[in-house]
């Protein structure tokens, strides 16, 4: 997942048709859109998801996952020599926004890329982040490549991770989705202030309302008490050696 901590944005904003009072309130509005997405992300993980969800993330699997432990490692360990010993270094980075009739885009790009000649090695990264307002709904995308190229005896061999995270403001609530080399994740997260529904193919599956869980499979690794709310004691159902079993507990 792309860091929006790294995202910045310009120091003006002046474009042709906009005031500079209107220009004021866009930039505040940005900045207040950027550190409720930084919250987004740092306080989402898979805590936050059923085990159903969880289970068939696993299952679905993505490219990067088909390379092997050693392969990663490999990577990264070849990444660093480049930055380290790169004898070409470019970083480059640009932001715009543009007003037209029916949206108002924002867009940050930062791209980075480091040669080594004596190696023949090259490593390149992408990230980009587009913000689009429309009078119904305001989507944020953020993508991140990386490319890793290495010139051996035989052939030119490249690695590259893609992955894309989108959020959509609508009048239904906030809808998060990711897809990660091209392959779109079956499933996408919405939350509104009664809801929170994690749908599979755009079908709810499970989701949390007021005080209630709904979900069609759930699994418990440990224990599952039920009680009373005045301090009455709990049942606990637990595993044990011959099945499931049902045991008191005062507190």
């Known amino acids: ?19 500079g009072q209107d220009a004021k309130q866009l930039k505040s509005y940005l900045y207040q859109l950027t550190e409720q997405l930084r919250y987004v992300l740092a306080n989402l993980d898979s805590d936050n998801m059923s085990a159903t969800y969880n289970a068939g993330t696993a299952a679905a699997g993505v490219k990067l996952a088909e390379l092997t432990a050693q392969q990663r490692q490999d ?4 990444r660093q020599k480049i930055v380290n010993t790169a ?14 009739q029916d949206a108002l885009k924002a867009e940050v ?7 080594n000649e004596t190696t023949q090695q090259s490593l390149e990264s992408l990230v980009d982040s587009r913000v689009t307002q429309t009078s119904r709904e305001v989507n944020v995308s953020l993508s991140s490549v990386a490319a ?18 989108w959020f959509r403001f609508t009048a239904d609530g906030l809808e998060l989705g990711k897809s990660q080399n091209g392959a779109a994740s079956p ?40 009680g009373g709310s005045a301090g009455e004691g709990f049942y606990d159902f637990i595993t044990t050696a011959t099945g ?8």
């Open 75 to 78: 990577f990264a360990a070849l």
């Open 187 to 226: 499933y996408t997260l919405r939350i509104d202030n009664e809801k929170l529904s994690f749908l599979r193919y755009g079908s709810v599956v499970a989701f949390l309302q007021y005080n209630r869980l709904y979900v069609t499979a759930a699994e418990v690794s440990d224990r599952l008490s039920i």
């Open 87 to 100: 004898t070409k270094i470019a970083h480059d980075y640009q932001s715009a926004i543009t007003v037209a």
């Open 148 to 165: 890793l190229t290495q010139k051996t005896a035989d052939a030119l061999e490249t690695l590259e991770n893609t992955q894309d995270t």
């Open 1 to 19: 997942m792309a860091d929006l901590s790294s995202i910045t944005l310009p120091a003006s904003l002046n474009v042709a048709g906009v005031s």
């Open 109 to 115: 790009t930062e791209q980075y890329a480091a040669a």
């Open 244 to 251: 499931l079993g049902v045991k008191w507990r005062a507190n």
